[in-house]
């Protein structure tokens, strides 16, 4: 077990980019799973997942449920990534942003000799 290495970053701004991709990481990962709950109890026959207000039952709710979360989170990334872009930037007018990271586990020099194993 190696020991995290904890470090404050102070940066002027933060790219759009790297915010939609945490946005859209996080929501994925949160959505995608929620939508297959939904699915599955529409396999079942509960009124779970619905299109055109139409509810979907039976095998094509598995793929419909979690099909419609990674829509969802798409949307939600694009909305809220553009609000958050424009809050972190007018905010970076004013301060530097300070940003609390734990740091990846150093990799060895390319040209440091490596151990073999036996």
């Given at each position: 077990?190696s020991a995290?290495?904890e470090?404050?970053?102070?940066v002027r701004k933060?790219?759009?980019?790297?915010i939609?991709k945490?946005?859209?990481?996080?929501?994925?990962?949160?959505?995608?799973?929620?939508?297959?709950v939904?699915?599955?109890?529409?396999?079942?026959?509960?009124?779970?997942?619905k299109?055109n207000?139409?509810?979907?039952?039976?095998?094509a709710?598995?793929?419909?449920?979690p099909?419609?979360?990674?829509?969802?989170?798409?949307?939600f990334?694009g909305?809220?990534?553009?609000l958050?872009?424009f809050?972190?930037?007018?905010?970076s007018?004013?301060?530097t942003?300070?940003?609390?990271v734990?740091?990846?586990?150093?990799?060895a020099?390319r040209?440091?000799?490596q151990?073999?194993r036996?």
């Amino acid at each position: 077990m190696s020991a995290e290495i904890e470090q404050v970053l102070v940066v002027r701004k933060v790219k759009a980019a790297s915010i939609y991709k945490l946005l859209l990481c996080g929501l994925l990962i949160a959505f995608v799973p929620l939508g297959l709950v939904f699915g599955i109890s529409g396999l079942f026959g509960a009124d779970t997942v619905k299109w055109n207000n139409q509810p979907i039952h039976g095998v094509a709710a598995l793929f419909v449920g979690p099909a419609l979360s990674v829509f969802i989170a798409l949307l939600f990334t694009g909305f809220l990534g553009t609000l958050t872009s424009f809050g972190l930037w007018l905010f970076s007018r004013f301060r530097t942003i300070s940003i609390r990271v734990v740091l990846a586990q150093p990799s060895a020099p390319r040209d440091a000799p490596q151990a073999v194993r036996p």
